[in-house]
């Protein structure tokens, strides 16, 4: 029984990540709590099915028109360099604090995705491309260590980030789904090294992720954005709050 919550959750995961881009920031806890891994364990395992569920997306978004690759080669430059770094730092912190640091950037990617649903802004450096790529190098190398760090895929971090800075929502999402792609193979491959990985439910978890993706895919190019991007910042709040709660033993 709790295997079957665990692959429905997986399936909601793949949900989110294709239809709003966060959503894999919510498979560490259930790893950790249905699936009884460390919290080590858990977000090594969630990073490696991020490649895949990154792969389906990309193909989805790219086969609609939706990813715009000046704003997204920069952010993976950034990313695939320091994902490895972020898993280096996971394997010297206890995992009382990765759970900590964890809940706090859900708790931040679900306040701000909520905050800013119907605003919009200007793109940050519109009429100066040299700076804002140098900018999106350095939001990737953020999302990058942040990911490998923590196990928390690219979008958790790159979606509520880019959309601080004004950029469109429909290719943020897009980008998303190409810089979980390089965060988790750079933080896997740091892993692969310091970490461990409980190779069946990595297996069985993608499966239920990337079909879930597909539908995610379909339901963001059909609905409004804006509200599902609403209830996922409300969500992340909710369960980053209880993760917090949670690692302090309350």
């Given at each position: 029984m709790t295997i079957?919550?665990?692959?429905?959750?997986?399936l909601v995961v793949g949900m989110l990540i294709g239809a709003v881009g966060i959503g894999g920031i919510l498979l560490i806890p259930?790893?950790?709590i249905l699936g009884g891994l460390t919290i080590q364990e858990a977000?090594?395992?969630a990073l490696a099915t991020f490649i895949f569920t990154g792969v389906i997306g990309t193909f989805s978004f790219q086969r609609r028109g939706s990813i715009d690759w000046s704003i997204t080669v920069p952010l993976c430059i950034g990313a695939a360099i320091f994902g490895f770094f972020g898993a280096w730092a996971n394997a010297k912190i206890n995992a009382q604090a990765l759970s900590l640091i964890l809940s706090s950037i859900i708790v931040f990617a679900g306040i701000y995705t909520f905050y800013t649903k119907n605003k919009k802004k200007s793109v940050?450096?519109?009429n100066r491309p040299r700076f804002q790529q140098a900018l999106l190098i350095g939001v990737g190398a953020v999302v990058g260590f942040g990911s490998g760090l923590t196990g928390v895929g690219g979008p958790a971090l790159s979606v509520p980030m880019m959309i601080l800075l004004g950029f469109p929502p429909l290719?943020?999402?897009?980008a998303s789904q190409v810089i979980q792609i390089l965060a988790a193979l750079s933080g896997t491959a740091g892993n692969l090294q310091y970490g461990s990985f409980d190779y069946k439910l990595l297996v069985i978890c993608t499966l239920f992720e990337v079909a879930g993706?597909?539908?995610g895919v379909r339901i963001v190019h059909a609905m409004n954005a804006q509200v599902l991007r609403g209830s996922v910042g409300v969500l992340c709040i909710l369960v980053g709050a209880g993760l917090m709660v949670r690692a302090l033993g309350f």
């Open positions: 079957a919550w665990l692959l429905a959750v997986s259930a790893l950790n977000m090594a395992t940050i450096f519109q290719s943020t999402i897009g993706v597909v539908a």
